[in-house]
């Protein structure tokens, strides 16, 4: 399975962008697809997830409200739409799936497949 994240680049606090990631190969076997980010010096954090049958979604307490998951079925796409974006929304952001688990999952060690990343800078 490969990812290609799109999207990311600089906004003004407050303001909005939607990243994609869409997938390709050996999509059947994916249950969960999701996003987390990493700003430098920063462990990487768990974004939000997606389940990819039954569309349940989970987000961090950090991103609750201001961001919201989707997914294109047919196209295998998942997006991040990012809301009211903060200077601490910074950080190269990373598409990942999971066909190990059939349940969404905040931790990075259940995802088997990544993006290369795309930056978010937010600036103040």
């Known amino acids: 399975v490969q990812l290609v994240e799109s999207g990311g680049g600089l906004v003004q606090a407050g303001g909005s962008l939607r990243l994609s990631c869409a997938a390709s190969?050996?999509?059947?076997?994916?249950?969960?697809m999701g996003w987390f980010r990493q700003a430098p010096g920063k462990d990487r954090e768990f974004v939000a997830a997606v389940s990819w049958g039954n569309g349940h979604t989970s987000y961090a307490d950090s991103v609750k409200g201001r961001f919201t998951i989707s997914k294109d079925n047919a196209k295998y796409t998942v997006f991040l739409q990012m809301n009211s974006l903060k200077p601490e929304d910074t950080a190269v952001y990373f598409c990942?799936?999971?066909?190990?688990?059939?349940?969404?999952?905040?931790?990075?060690?259940?995802?088997?497949?990544w993006g290369q990343g795309t930056q978010v800078t937010v600036s103040s």
């Open positions: 990942a799936a999971s066909n190990l688990i059939a349940t969404i999952s905040e931790t990075s060690g259940r995802y088997n497949y």
């Open positions: 190969g050996r999509t059947s076997n994916i249950y969960t």
